[in-house]
């Protein structure tokens, strides 16, 4: 954990703008990965319909 009162404010907020950039960056990553399994299950539903008819 960070001890507040060993920073100066200049420094405190440039760690908590970094550690939100990293929140949003991880959250940019965690929906993209979403978005990747929704297109993979699209792609894998359609190859199995394809399976299907033969």
Known sequence: MINPKA???KQVT???G???LFKSLDFDLKEAEKRD???LSKIELALSRMRSKR
Do not use: V
């Open 7 to 9: 920073y100066t404010s």
């Open 14 to 16: 440039r760690l908590g």
């Open 18 to 20: 970094i550690s939100f």
């Open 37 to 39: 399994e929704k297109k």
